[in-house]
């Protein structure tokens, strides 16, 4: 009993020891990929364990007939395929588990146990086609391998919200399509996966059933309803080739999650014969391109992951016609070494492309036949190692005849008494019959004629020297290489010499008038600006004022007072004497009066008053002014009567000067 013990603790001991240093992995997963029974089978399970240096054998076991239908060294490889041939019959229970090596020590992972020909694990599926209208979304998806019905499981969710599933199958051998209903105005996030349909009865319980793996979170957009606005710039025109820019705007992002690519269509040999087209798709918002000197088609539509826009289709015009054939443009092609493509039509206005135009492959321009008398235009394509250009575009005429009409509405401008000014409206392209070389116009007046000759392109000429005063009649006609058209005539009478400005003197005049404005607008601005300095106020001499501190200096009004004026006499005529109130007075007024002293001075002299100041500031209300004496005094002889009086103003003053009986003046 105690050996019994023993052993059964040692056979303990050294299992705990293996499984010390050996880590099983997960259960096996074996599927084939469709149902069809001719599939071969894969297996594949989970390492637990990092260490290198294990390897892995698969076992099948027979679990009805109690035997190994196949054991397989897998090595490092977490994955194996096993052949059909391999199993026998698929149709059995079997057991399978993985047995792990690490040195010498071996475990085995958990068993499962399965018939084999009900495990099918398709593909994961991918979304085909999306079309979202409204609130409706339309998918299409890809087939089973094996191209029979499916259970699917779709999940979808806006940005940021929580899932939400749905569950539904498809039928054999016809599309998978699924209608899901959505927001409108919303942008959607989906995934799928799928289960086979089981075909056996033993097949029934979910221990079977493998879901596939889930496809890719796919977004969906909101449809494209706007057609693009598509814009082309000419870059550049040479040898023949026009280089082209084409550039769009982007839909709004609600409509472009999920990328935009763009379907431009470009037609690059108008003739109908090898006529090609080529497709081009790109994510970009330009695409550069090289076309012809003819009109050129282009469509664009854009596409994202739920359908495509409506399509634009824009035509590139042709350039310019010409008037007259290029002559730098090559009219020896040689048809032989390349194809061409020869475009003609008629061209009644000279400038409008009609919808009717003629193509022809491989045709020369004088194989063709066309109305006589109109004009018409062509162009001729050639193309070598895919390289498109125009060879050759000019009008033409089959036969031409003189223009049926002459210019019409001929008017006289810009009269003189020497020049004049005839003007017309060019004659139109339909009434040419041919190429118009230039105009012919005739002069007449004061007995003889002129004709002069005018460019085609021109419809003015100025008519010089001619007489003042004098009739003329002007003529003016249409000249192709078959001959002149008719005349359309206009009469005109010049002006007299004298009458009216000539055009220099009209120049003179206006540069005077305009020079005497701004002169005035000069003027004024510099009074309102007053850019000018002002005029400096005069300046008092600066003068010693001793004044009593109690003088009144308050303003004073004008007072009229008489005082006597000595008159100066001779100095040996005695002088009279001077009241002491008319002495008073005189001060009063600035004016100092002296009494004639007995005496003469030392020198003899007489004081000079002039050499006297006054002590007083003068009376503000005679303007700061001090009283001066005016000069010369206007005196009467003594026979003059009482009343002979004369006023003199002076520096602000007004003087009365009145002769009196005893000699004396009085102010």
């Not at 012809?292 to 469509?299: H, N, Q, V, W």
Request: net charge neutral; proline share 5%.
């Amino acid at each position: 009993m105690r050996m019994r013990v023993a052993v059964l603790v040692l056979v303990v001991y050294v299992s705990l020891t293996e499984g010390a240093g050996c880590v099983s992995t997960s259960r096996p997963h074996c599927y084939k990929n469709s149902t069809r029974p001719e599939e071969d089978f894969t297996c594949e399970w989970d390492k637990r364990n990092p260490e290198k240096s294990q390897t892995h054998t698969l076992h099948i076991w027979d679990s009805e007939n109690k035997k190994i239908l196949t054991h397989k060294n897998c090595g490092k490889q977490a994955q194996t395929n096993i052949l059909l041939e391999e199993l026998g019959i698929t149709k059995r229970k079997t057991d399978i588990w993985i047995q792990t090596q690490v040195g010498n020590l071996t475990c085995n992972s958990s068993k499962i146990s399965v018939i084999l020909e009900c495990k099918v694990k398709y593909s994961k599926p991918q979304i085909l086609r999306m079309e979202r209208l409204a609130g409706i979304l339309n998918i299409t998806l890809d087939k089973p391998k094996d191209n029979k019905g499916a259970k699917y499981e779709i999940r979808w969710r806006e940005r940021g919200s929580e899932w939400q599933n749905a569950t539904f199958e498809t039928k054999d051998r016809t599309k998978d399509l699924y209608t899901l209903h959505l927001q409108y105005t919303e942008i959607y996030q989906i995934q799928m996966r799928r289960q086979a349909k089981p075909h056996l009865h033993l097949c029934k319980d979910s221990l079977h059933a493998l879901w596939s793996d889930w496809s890719p979170v796919v977004d969906v957009p909101l449809e494209i309803s706007r057609t693009p606005v598509i814009r082309w710039v000419e870059n550049n025109k040479a040898n023949g080739n026009r280089d082209i820019t084409l550039s769009w705007d982007a839909p709004p992002y609600n409509e472009s999650v999920g990328g935009v690519k763009y379907n431009l269509t470009i037609s690059v040999w108008p003739c109908k014969i090898n006529q090609k087209k080529m497709d081009h798709f790109t994510v970009n918002q330009t695409y550069n391109t090289s076309i012809t000197y003819s009109e050129a088609r282009i469509s664009i539509f854009a596409t994202n992951t739920v359908g495509s826009s409506p399509r634009k289709h824009i035509t590139i015009p042709a350039v310019k016609h010409l008037s007259y054939c290029d002559s730098h443009m090559s009219s020896n092609v040689n048809t032989k070494a390349m194809k061409t493509c020869l475009e003609w039509y008629k061209l009644e206005d000279g400038e409008t492309r009609p919808e009717k135009v003629n193509k022809s492959y491989n045709t020369a321009l004088k194989d063709i036949k066309v109305e006589n008398f109109v004009r018409h235009y062509y162009f001729l394509h050639t193309v070598k190692k895919k390289h498109y250009q125009t060879a050759v575009m000019c009008p033409f005429y089959s036969e031409q005849r003189a223009p049926i009409n002459g210019p019409a509405n001929v008017n006289i401008s810009d009269l003189t008494h020497e020049s004049a000014v005839v003007s017309w409206i060019a004659i139109p392209v339909v009434e040419q019959r041919g190429f118009l070389q230039h105009y012919v116009i005739w002069i007449s007046g004061h007995g003889n004629t002129k004709v002069h000759k005018v460019p085609a392109h021109n419809t003015s000429f100025l008519i010089k020297d001619l007489h003042p005063a004098t009739s003329y009649t002007v003529s003016i006609a249409g000249r192709t290489e078959a001959g002149d058209g008719p005349n359309s005539t206009v009469n005109f009478e010049t002006h007299s010499k004298e009458m009216g400005l000539s055009w220099q003197d009209c120049t003179i005049l206006i540069i005077c008038v305009v020079a005497l404005l701004c002169t005035i607008i000069c003027s004024v601005a510099v009074r309102r600006l007053k850019l000018l300095p002002e005029v400096p106020s005069p300046v008092l001499d600066t003068i010693e004022f001793r004044c009593p501190e109690e003088q009144d200096l308050s303003p004073m009004m004008e007072e009229v007072h008489e005082f006597i004026l000595l008159l100066r006499q001779d100095l040996s005529k005695p002088r009279e004497d001077v009241t002491p109130e008319q002495g008073t007075l005189l001060q009063d007024f600035g004016l100092v009066v002296f009494e004639e002293e007995g005496e003469e001075d030392e020198e003899g002299g007489v004081t000079d008053l002039s050499s006297m100041k006054s002590c007083c500031y003068p009376n503000p209300s005679y303007r700061g002014q001090t009283l001066q004496l005016p000069e010369p005094f206007h005196t009467t002889d003594s026979t003059s009567k009482d009343n002979d009086t004369e006023s003199t103003y002076k520096n602000g003053l007004f003087f009365e000067t009145k002769v009196l009986e005893f000699d004396k003046t009085s102010l």
